[in-house]
């Protein structure tokens, strides 16, 4: 520890090790020492309702009905995760929301990415109106769409299909994708599209020999980011969908309340367990490509 | 524009895109427009009434306007715990030097976790009875009288019901802000610096002006998704106790699907739509003002 005591005695959880030898810095002042324990705090709270999920997952029903809800349970037992196998269809969910899932991105993608390169490198007259048609995609909520698209659903027989689901989370998405994609073909130099004209390529083959291929990095980033919302979505699945075979995992946690508001609690932690670990995985395998599309979604617009 | 492009390859690439947009998003809403005259229970002829909805709406439901009032108390919870988190800890992570990703990381973690999944987590450490994590720790710090049944205490339903989306969120809008924060030019900074400027007056003179625009983003964002905010409440309480946490949506929600009132639903959701774009003109009227001022 090259740098002096601080004047205050510093919380065990700051590494003494964190000076490089060469940038001298000044001693931790008061200031860095509080904001260093109040994010270790929100950092706390933000976290610790997932870690108790998982341990509570791992308790016995007794221990669970009659333990202190901060102690760590006294035997571990996967006993919880069996029972919620059992209760619910939930690899049937698991199943549904993959499927809806992967529905929806085709469609965000790619029709993002054609809306996007007509918009931003085809261009034409009317563009500049039909960008803000879809901005009104961005600021009207869902609700809207609830009640026509029942009806609608309902006179072509629509209801309780995937279709039903896919439709509305893809075009409520559209925008957004667009937006990034915009954003994103903005950045390929217009020398490349003359020089590949000149060769004689038409629209077609520069949308699927240039613009396709540059843009994997932002496919990565929009189906990342898109994935949450679609896999997480409850009001749609909700409305549109009423048979077992077709529930997504949102519904199927539903299940998992007894008659009675009675809840098997143990095993429904269990299956939440179960339910967020694909997506979780992915988060954090992949989360710098999907923090930098969350922070690119909002800090141009 | 492309040179070879021809008016075919711009409808080729724009209609299927447009299609679905229409189809999904554009179309119901006008459809709303046209239902909110009518009143109609998806069975029954369709009857034009008018403005009647609307009448009744502003002036004859008192449910409507507990909803709307729920749903303005529920979006300032949601903004205080969105945009007030994440600016604190925006602003607290870019004096740290280490161990910012695995924060940024962590902190984004609920945002990846399904509504469903939080409604349940959340009842669980509101409870009483077994004893959840909230009324145990107020035990422990000695606050034992406060301890109580959040989301059937009509005094504390709809706060309990905001805490979640709020908790969920702040991670999102934290990374945004802290983004635009990086972005400020560090020459202001340390020239500020040197002319004696202290923590405070470098953030109100120099950070927060340089992320205004994005500042007015996040908080555009997180107001229309507050006003929009329907999962949490509808699955912790229904709306319950009463009308305690009753929002415009989940009143919207329940007057289409369980009284099958298409016509008065849709007035409502057409109200929904009206209010959000009105905070949105708000919210560029002032602090776009703010900003010029």
């Known amino acids: ?301 | 524009m492309l040179p070879n492009r021809s008016r075919l390859s711009v409808l080729v690439f724009l209609l299927p895109p447009l299609l679905l947009y229409c189809v999904a998003v554009l179309f119901p809403i006008v459809q709303s427009m046209f239902l909110s005259f009518f009143s109609w229970n998806g069975i029954s002829d369709m009857e034009f009434v008018g403005l009647a909805n609307y009448v009744r709406m502003l002036t004859a439901d008192d449910i409507f306007w507990r909803s709307f009032f729920n749903a303005l108390g529920y979006l300032a919870i949601c903004l205080v715990l969105q945009l007030g988190g994440a600016l604190l800890v925006a602003s607290l992570l870019t004096s740290m030097r280490r161990g910012r990703e695995l924060i940024k990381t962590l902190y984004l973690l609920p945002a990846v976790i399904s509504t469903v999944a939080i409604a349940f987590l959340f009842v669980r450490i509101y409870s009483i009875e077994p004893v959840g994590l909230l009324n145990q720790l107020l035990h422990w710090i000695g606050l034992g009288a406060l301890e109580r049944p959040w989301l059937s205490d009509i005094n504390t339903v709809l706060t309990a019901v905001s805490a979640p989306e709020g908790w969920r969120f702040t991670g999102l809008y934290m990374l945004i802000i802290y983004a635009a924060l990086l972005s400020v030019p560090q020459e202001l900074e340390e020239a500020a610096r040197l002319d004696g400027a202290s923590r405070w007056q470098l953030f109100t003179k120099i950070r927060f002006p340089h992320i205004m625009p994005v500042w007015i983003t996040t908080t555009i964002m997180a107001t229309t998704y507050g006003l929009r905010g329907f999962d949490i409440p509808y699955l912790m309480t229904n709306g319950g106790p009463g009308q305690s946490s009753e929002l415009l949506t989940t009143y919207m929600y329940k007057t289409a699907f369980s009284s099958t009132d298409f016509g008065y639903a849709s007035t409502i959701a057409v109200f929904i739509v009206v209010e959000c774009l009105v905070a949105v003109g708000l919210i560029l009227f002032l602090l776009k003002r703010k900003a010029d001022a």
């Not at chain 1, 994010?39 to 669970?64: G, N």
């Not at chain 1, 037992?77 to 059992?86: G, L, V």
């Open chain 1, 1 to 301: 520890m090259t740098a002096p005591a601080a004047p205050i005695t510093r919380p065990v959880a700051v590494p003494s090790d964190s000076l490089p030898p060469l940038r001298r810095r000044k001693p931790p002042s008061l200031h860095s020492t509080l904001s260093r324990v109040l994010i270790a705090l929100i950092v706390i709270v933000q976290v610790y309702p997932l870690a108790w999920l998982f341990i509570t997952s791992l308790r016995t029903e007794h221990d669970f009905a009659t333990g202190d809800p901060f102690a760590l349970p006294k035997s571990l037992t996967w006993e919880n995760y069996a029972r919620a196998f059992e209760t619910g269809n939930l690899w049937l969910n698991i199943l549904n929301s993959f499927i809806v899932t992967m529905g929806a991105n085709v469609l965000i993608v790619l029709l993002g990415m054609m809306a996007a390169y007509a918009l931003q490198v085809l261009g034409f007259r009317f563009s500049k109106f039909v960008r803000s048609l879809f901005l009104v995609g961005i600021i009207v909520p869902v609700q809207i769409a609830l009640v026509p698209l029942f009806i609608d659903y309902s006179t072509i027989n629509l209801l309780d299909t995937y279709p039903s689901m896919i439709i509305p989370l893809a075009g409520f998405a559209l925008p957004m994708s667009i937006y990034l994609f915009s954003s994103f073909f903005e950045y390929i130099p217009r020398e490349t599209y003359e020089a590949a004209s000149l060769d004689g390529a038409g629209p077609y083959r520069i949308f699927g020999l240039i613009t396709l291929p540059l843009s994997v990095n932002t496919v990565v980033t929009v189906v990342l980011v898109n994935s949450i919302f679609i896999w997480n979505d409850f009001i749609f699945a909700n409305t549109f969908v009423l048979s077992e075979e077709l529930k997504t995992i949102p519904l199927g946690l539903q299940n998992y309340i007894g008659a009675m508001g009675k809840t098997d609690w143990t095993a429904t932690f269990a299956a939440v367990c179960i339910t967020i670990t694909p997506l979780l995985l992915v988060f954090l395998v992949l989360n710098k490509a999907m923090i930098q599309g969350l922070e690119s979604g909002g800090s141009k617009g």
